[in-house]
């Protein structure tokens, strides 16, 4: 596999109802669906968003992917989960 420059994700929303969540990058991210990709440092509890994700996508800034519930059959909350700013 070649090695891509970082991109960076801006936001991820989750609608509470299952466990597929929408990820919106700062620019055009390159993907195509059935990429798999490796997320670190996304906002939110490490396990929910972090690690290697098959995608789908669903624009130039924004793909889907099945994100890791808390506990075994639950769902991940609903909410916009962003980056922590830094001051």
């Known amino acids: 596999s070649p090695i891509e420059a970082n991109v960076t994700i801006t936001q991820i929303v989750a609608n509470g109802s299952n466990n597929t969540v929408t990820a919106t990058t700062s620019g055009n991210h390159g993907y195509a669906t059935g990429d798999w990709i490796q997320i670190i440092n996304a906002p939110g509890m490490y396990k ?3 690690g ?7 624009s130039s800034t924004t793909f889907t992917f099945t ?18 700013t830094q001051r």
């Open 67 to 84: 994100a890791t519930p808390d506990s075994p059959g639950g769902t991940v909350p609903a909410g916009t989960y962003v980056a922590p």
């Open 52 to 58: 290697p994700r098959q995608i789908t996508v669903a």
């Open 48 to 50: 929910r968003f972090c």
